[in-house]
């Protein structure tokens, strides 16, 4: 059968009144998988339910990158279990970077034998017909390729926003940093072509697009696996030249692949936002040797520097590791050090956690717990230092906002990003979503902005 032969199946047979709940660990990619989920499952004639216990579907799309998150996933599908033995009837799904982590899978489908479909994160527009073939087959279905056929993949999305969007350039990661599960979970390193990638802002701005995200795990490597000269660099430039599109962004940049071309991207490109998020690992040069990522701290410093000489305005943030094996005193200084340096907007601090399958697991030099929250306690006061200063110097300064939402904590109040990335609060009425406005900054706290609009 073809997709569009399942399609009609579920369409006319079964799913009509068929409710489906997706649920999303990880990070934007996932977000953005999700968002393709959705879009199958409405083809499938399916309603969306924010509600777990109202689905007659239910699909996790999973995260492996740290053990708190997989512990996340492992107490959903526990409850699932649950409520499954008690003769409910639904279908669970389980997607996403988890069952590519999982060293021993058969032990893994022993003790969750209540999954009806085991998927990975490669082969989503296979969802309909897994879907079919669970509806006979009582086992578990078991289909979890890394390989991503960019060529032939069918990219349609229930977006989140009218007004922004994500866009996958690559897939895959080829770097192997020793801690990192992710090379395991999402394969070999694969770019878009850069004209399709172009077609589809070009078609999302015509939608009413202003933001586009760029995703990638290593978006300064986009273009290796295409014929000809393409890098993300002249990427950058095609997006640039979009009618429309005001606001460019990308996730995320490895340190040692991003090139003076890129960089320069600041200067050059007017819609370009003025944010880069360059994750640096730690600050300690012996460290970032043993997490393989090919920089040292002088490496990086330079690039930030190059960055600051371009703009002291354009926003820099990192994410950072403590705990790695073997991470002395003298390296956690050495990282504590860099923060206060570089001056970072805000940083995604992380304790390491070991992934089995990667290399630094094994390692016999464990951290021991105490030690790493110690030291990620003075990390966070170090960042949240840093993050406030930077916040407070907005106080008095009209900036340009993209509406979002209604704020999640006070539903008069907007809530909106700056070109920097800043989360800002304001009064406002919500048919503004969706608009750029102009707000004034009038007060600054370590996480977010407050303002009024600037008439
Ligand atoms: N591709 C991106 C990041 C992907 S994972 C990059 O290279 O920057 C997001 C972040 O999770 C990483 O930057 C790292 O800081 C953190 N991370 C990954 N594996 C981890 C682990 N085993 N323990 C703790 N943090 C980890
Ligand atoms: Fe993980 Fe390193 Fe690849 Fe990022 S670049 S996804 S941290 S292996
Ligand atoms: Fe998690 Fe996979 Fe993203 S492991 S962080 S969802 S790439």
Do not use: W
Request: glycine share 6%; charged share 30%; proline share 2%.
């Amino acid at each position: 059968m073809t997709n569009e032969e399942y399609i009609k199946f579920f369409k006319e047979n079964k799913s009509s009144n068929n409710k489906f709940h997706v649920r999303t660990y990880g990070c934007q990619m996932n977000e953005h998988d999700s968002e393709q989920v959705e879009f199958i499952m409405s083809t499938l004639g399916m309603k969306k339910t924010d509600d777990y216990t109202d689905a007659d579907y239910i699909i996790i799309n999973t995260c492996a990158v740290r053990a708190t998150a997989e512990n996340k996933v492992n107490g959903f599908l526990g409850i699932l279990k649950h409520e499954k033995e008690r003769n409910k009837d639904f279908k669970i799904v389980v997607s996403g970077c988890l069952p590519n982590a999982e060293k021993d899978l058969d032990e893994f489908l022993r003790l969750n034998n209540h999954i009806d479909i085991l998927m990975g994160t490669a082969n989503y527009n296979k969802l309909p017909e897994l879907l079919y073939n669970s509806l006979y087959d009582k086992k578990t279905i078991v289909d979890i390729s890394d390989q991503y056929d960019v060529e032939s993949m069918d990219l349609n999305y229930n977006r989140m926003y009218n007004h922004k969007a994500f866009v996958n350039i690559m897939y895959g990661c080829n770097n192997f940093c020793t801690y990192c599960i992710v090379p395991y979970t999402r394969g070999r390193e694969v770019s878009r072509k850069l004209d399709d990638v172009v077609d589809e802002i070009t078609k999302l701005s015509a939608n009413g697009v202003k933001e586009v995200t760029l995703l990638g795990q290593n978006v300064n490597s986009y273009g290796k696996t295409l014929d000809g000269n393409v890098d993300f660099s002249m990427l950058l430039k095609e997006i640039n030249k979009i009618d429309g599109i005001k606001r460019i962004r990308f996730m995320t940049s490895h340190p040692r692949d991003i090139s003076d071309e890129v960089i320069n991207s600041y200067k050059t490109l007017g819609n370009l936002s003025k944010h880069l998020h360059l994750p640096v690992q730690s600050g300690s040069n012996k460290v970032l040797k043993e997490m393989n990522r090919h920089y040292t701290r002088e490496d990086y410093l330079s690039k930030i520097n190059k960055i600051k000489e371009i703009s002291s305005d354009i926003a820099l943030t990192t994410d950072i590791i403590v705990g790695f094996p073997g991470e002395t005193e003298e390296d956690f200084l050495d990282t504590l050090d860099l923060v206060n340096e570089v001056g970072f907007d805000s940083v995604f601090t992380f304790i390491f956690s070991q992934r089995e399958g990667t290399k630094a697991a094994y390692r016999e030099d464990q951290i021991p717990h105490d030690i790493k929250m110690e030291r990620f306690n003075r990390l966070l006061d170090a960042v949240n230092k840093n993050a406030l200063e930077k916040n407070l110097k907005y106080i008095g300064k009209s900036v340009l906002v993209l509406v979002d939402e209604i704020s999640k904590t006070d539903e008069n109040m907007l809530s909106g990003k700056t070109d920097t990335f800043k989360t800002v609060n304001f009064k406002g009425d919500k048919e503004l979503i969706g608009d750029i406005v102009k707000v004034k900054i009038t007060d600054a706290n370590t996480f977010s902005l407050q303002g009024i609009i600037d008439e």
